[in-house]
């Protein structure tokens, strides 16, 4: 069955690095996410991209945040200049035509910012 | 502004079912999600509803909407020690149609031998 994958499944890096997390959302899907959880809290959505340009963003996802699908396969998150408050689960999902189609989820990526 | 609610611990016996509450406040939902966390794990999507509606039934886990009362549960029958985890209720927001979920805060449910 096809899956959203996402590279590294762990992050560690200090604050003010950039960190690039990777996404490979299933192949014939139109509508890739970022959501991101903060340990204990809700899941929460960042950003919504559709035609190579985002769709929605979240007030979270301040100028500090960019996305890009440098190539057909795979869907990027940057963080320009982490923060502590940066350390969260981040997890991609795609959906495949309409935007409102079932959202597929990858396994997450944990980034920790020292 | 949206929101989504749910209530955060739920134990129950192995073979009772399973009923997590929901509640949502976007009217123009058009689908409700129940997703499974299991621990260090992604979100495994269970089931969905669309808006218009009432129930939906998948082999053990049946949905029930009342749209009225923006009220969304999740019902597990025979429950089994593999059911405990994170379950959490997710909404689809807004009408501009950018896929945006909301999520609630997560029912952790035990299953106890």
């Known amino acids: 069955e096809p899956e959203v994958t996402q590279t590294p499944s762990h992050q560690v890096t200090q604050m003010g690095q950039e960190v690039i997390l990777r996404c490979v959302p299933i192949?014939?899907?139109?509508?890739f996410y970022w959501y991101r959880q903060i340990l204990g809290q809700k899941v929460e959505f960042l950003v919504s991209f559709y035609n190579n340009e985002i769709s929605e963003k979240s007030e979270i996802f301040d100028d500090q945040f960019s996305v890009e699908r440098p190539d057909g396969s795979n869907f990027t998150l940057k963080i320009r200049s982490t923060k502590l408050e940066d350390s969260a689960m981040y997890f991609c999902?795609?959906?495949?035509?309409?935007?409102?189609?079932?959202?597929?989820f990858g396994p997450g990526t944990r980034l920790t910012v020292l | 502004g949206e929101d989504v609610e749910q209530s955060l611990f739920l134990s129950v016996r192995e073979g009772d079912s399973s009923v997590i509450n929901c509640t949502y406040t976007?009217?123009?939902?058009?689908?409700l999600y129940w997703y499974k966390q299991e621990p260090g794990a992604g979100l495994q999507l269970l089931t969905y509803i669309f808006s218009n509606m009432d129930m939906k039934q998948d082999q053990r886990l049946t949905v029930l909407l009342n749209k009225k009362d923006k009220h969304l549960s999740l019902r597990i029958a025979d429950t089994q020690t593999g059911d405990s985890a994170i379950y959490f209720c997710a909404e689809s927001y807004g009408s501009g149609n950018t896929g945006k979920l909301i999520f609630g805060q997560g029912t952790t449910l035990q299953v106890k031998p």
């Open positions: 192949s014939n899907h139109l509508y």
């Open positions: 976007d009217s123009s939902s058009t689908y």
């Open positions: 999902a795609s959906s495949e035509r309409l935007s409102t189609d079932t959202q597929y």
